[in-house]
């Protein structure tokens, strides 16, 4: 949000919980100890499709909010831990990244210098995943439904997958 904020000279107010930093659009000047946290918003399969039906889309996504007595449109709370579950997660470290995606029981980690990647439960390289891990962890240890699979828990067993 920073990024986008400063790129459209708009100013963010100091009641947004950001970061503040904003990253930077070309290689200059990127700071490469720095960890870039991504995740994807809520799926929605009306949009995986070859042609996009814009009924089915807002049908699909209405579908998940209800509207209060004060008019606001708020996610139905019996599907909001779901949804939070299905997000991917990662983080860009250097030249890694650790995925985290929400139907595939190991985490993946990629080298993106080389474009090859690995799950980590067989990975025999030098990544500093547990680094990434802890972080992405921590990160994300807010969100409800978040890590169900406890793979945050590799962190506290060290080199151990």
């Given amino acids: 949000m920073p990024t986008l904020f400063n790129e459209l000279e708009l100013e963010l107010s100091n009641d947004e919980n950001f970061d503040r930093q904003i990253l930077p659009l070309t290689n200059e000047s990127v700071d490469i100890n720095r960890m870039v946290f991504v995740e994807t918003s809520r799926p929605v399969k009306s949009i995986n499709t070859s042609f996009i039906d814009e009924q089915k889309v807002l049908s699909e996504t209405a579908a998940t909010y209800e509207?209060?007595?004060?008019?606001l449109a708020v996610m139905k709370p019996d599907i909001y831990?779901?949804?939070i579950a299905k997000k991917q997660r990662a983080v860009y470290f250097k030249t890694w990244?650790?995925?985290?995606?929400?139907?595939?029981?190991d985490l993946v980690i990629v080298d993106t210098s080389n474009k090859h990647w690995h799950n980590l439960s067989n990975y025999q390289g030098d990544?500093?995943?547990q680094k990434m891990l802890s972080s992405l962890c921590e990160h994300n240890r807010g969100d409800f439904g978040f890590d169900p699979l406890?793979?945050?828990?590799?962190?506290?067993l060290g080199t151990e997958k």
Wanted: hydrophobic share 35%; with cysteine; charged share 20%.
């Fill in 67 to 71: 509207i209060r007595e004060n008019g």
């Fill in 97 to 105: 990244q650790l995925v985290m995606l929400p139907n595939y029981d």
């Fill in 127 to 129: 990544a500093p995943w």
């Fill in 150 to 156: 406890e793979k945050c828990n590799l962190v506290n």
């Fill in 81 to 83: 831990s779901s949804l």
